[in-house]
């Protein structure tokens, strides 16, 4: 098992920035990638960005492309995610989340193990 906890949420204006954390412990060796979603209120949860844990490779949508940047430290079995120009509709709770297997990393159905969410709040 792995278990998993956001941290770095907060308020900001727009255009400011954050970084989110993820640490993640117990069965960390089994880590194929993580990534990290949002959901907003009375919206499904989406993809935002994920990396591959051995090798780096990172993956985003598109509509923070350029802006977000997801990032890892395997020492620290740690994920970021460093987000500028934020905008009000980027709003929402960000959940890390743990790969084993990678099949899809846009698709939350691939991932194993979630963290509780951190709150992202962007005022205009």
């Known amino acids: 098992q792995v278990q998993l906890v956001e941290s770095g949420g907060g308020l900001v204006q727009a255009g400011g920035s954050l970084k989110l954390s993820c640490a993640a412990s117990?069965?960390?060796?089994?880590?194929?990638?993580m990534g990290w979603f949002r959901q907003a209120p009375g919206k499904e949860r989406e993809f935002v960005a994920g990396?591959?844990?051995?090798?780096?490779?990172?993956y985003y949508t598109d509509f923070v492309k350029g802006r977000f940047t997801i990032s890892r430290d395997n020492a620290k079995n740690t994920v970021y995610l460093q987000m500028n120009s934020l905008k009000p509709e980027d709003t929402a709770v960000y959940y890390c989340?743990?790969?084993?297997?990678?099949?899809?990393?846009?698709?939350?159905?691939?991932?194993?193990?979630w963290g509780q969410g951190t709150q992202v709040t962007v005022s205009s």
């Open positions: 990396i591959n844990w051995s090798g780096g490779n990172t």
């Open positions: 117990g069965r960390t060796f089994s880590i194929a990638a």
């Open positions: 989340a743990a790969d084993t297997t990678i099949w899809d990393l846009a698709n939350q159905r691939s991932y194993d193990y």
